[in-house]
């Protein structure tokens, strides 16, 4: 019993650490910028986040070919809407998400600053899009936006033009 309290008291610490990234909390704020009616007002940060995970077995059950659903395109968009605005806050230049995606669910990301692509993304398997863990969602998310930051000073005069 001792050992699943402290599993459960370790997840719980991991969550704590991946919700207080500046990642989940910019993801945390778009997706109650979102919320029109108040319906998700009383959920916690952990709860709104819970449709963007997916376990290995949840994985598992979906058919490897399949189309995207609605809910499934809107958490793909705001996730890379998210990495746009966590760039936006860092450089200090917007960032806007271009996606072009098949019925099938194959098709490619772009987050371009001015004139310069500062990421670029083939997606593949839409209808699977989800993350391990709410810590894999942080450390994703956050290796995009430093990624697009490394480019941005790299080319900082096309990033503004």
Same mark, same amino acid.
């Given at each position: 019993?001792?050992?699943?309290?402290?599993?459960?008291?370790?997840?719980?610490?991991?969550?704590?650490?991946?919700?207080?990234? *500046?990642?989940?909390?910019?993801?945390?704020?778009?997706?109650?910028?979102?919320?029109? $009616?108040?319906?998700?007002?009383?959920?916690?940060?952990?709860?709104?986040?819970?449709?963007?995970?997916?376990?290995?077995?949840?994985?598992?059950?979906? *058919?490897?070919?399949?189309?995207?659903?609605?809910?499934?395109?809107?958490?793909?968009?705001?996730?890379?809407?998210?990495?746009?605005?966590?760039?936006?806050?860092?450089?200090?230049?917007?960032?806007?998400?271009?996606?072009?995606?098949? $019925?099938?669910?194959?098709?490619?990301?772009?987050?371009?600053?001015?004139?310069?692509?500062?990421?670029?993304?083939?997606?593949?398997?839409? $209808?699977?899009?989800?993350?391990?863990?709410?810590?894999?969602?942080?450390?994703?998310?956050?290796?995009?936006?430093?990624?697009?930051?490394?480019?941005?000073?790299?080319? *900082?005069?096309?990033?503004?033009?």
């Amino acid at each position: 019993m001792g050992t699943l309290t402290g599993i459960a008291n370790g997840r719980a610490v991991n969550e704590d650490r991946a919700l207080a990234t *500046p990642f989940l909390r910019c993801l945390i704020r778009l997706v109650r910028a979102q919320d029109t $009616h108040g319906a998700w007002e009383s959920k916690c940060d952990a709860d709104l986040l819970a449709a963007f995970i997916l376990t290995k077995e949840q994985r598992r059950k979906i *058919p490897i070919i399949g189309d995207p659903d609605p809910d499934v395109l809107w958490r793909l968009q705001t996730f890379y809407t998210c990495v746009g605005l966590a760039i936006e806050e860092r450089a200090g230049l917007v960032a806007s998400p271009l996606m072009s995606i098949s $019925h099938e669910g194959f098709g490619r990301v772009l987050l371009t600053t001015g004139r310069l692509v500062v990421l670029s993304k083939t997606l593949r398997d839409v $209808h699977r899009f989800g993350f391990e863990t709410l810590g894999k969602l942080a450390e994703v998310g956050t290796k995009m936006v430093d990624d697009a930051i490394a480019v941005i000073d790299v080319y *900082p005069n096309v990033a503004r033009a």
